[in-house]
């Protein structure tokens, strides 16, 4: 019973995230449009800057996940 509960859990997680991802993909269209049109905005840049910055923390907190799975499975 447990299985099919985290099953569900994790499929609206999927779903969640990738209405998310959608969202995210059509912004960063519109934002690449006002670029292109010469029509960049300051919240662009903001965003823009935003987006790296979050990129960055994602990728040292998977680093850092993984060398705490490394390091217990080496024990």
Do not use: Y
């Not at 903001?46 to 080496?74: G, P």
């Amino acid at each position: 019973h447990q299985i099919s509960i985290a099953e569900k859990t994790e499929a609206e997680r999927r779903t969640r995230d990738g209405d998310h991802e959608t969202e995210r993909i059509e912004q960063e269209i519109e934002r690449k449009e006002r670029l292109e049109l010469g029509e960049e905005t300051s919240a662009d840049r903001r965003e823009v800057k935003l987006q790296e910055e979050k990129r960055i923390e994602r990728v040292e907190q998977e680093v850092k996940r993984r060398e705490q799975v490394e390091h217990n499975a080496s024990q």
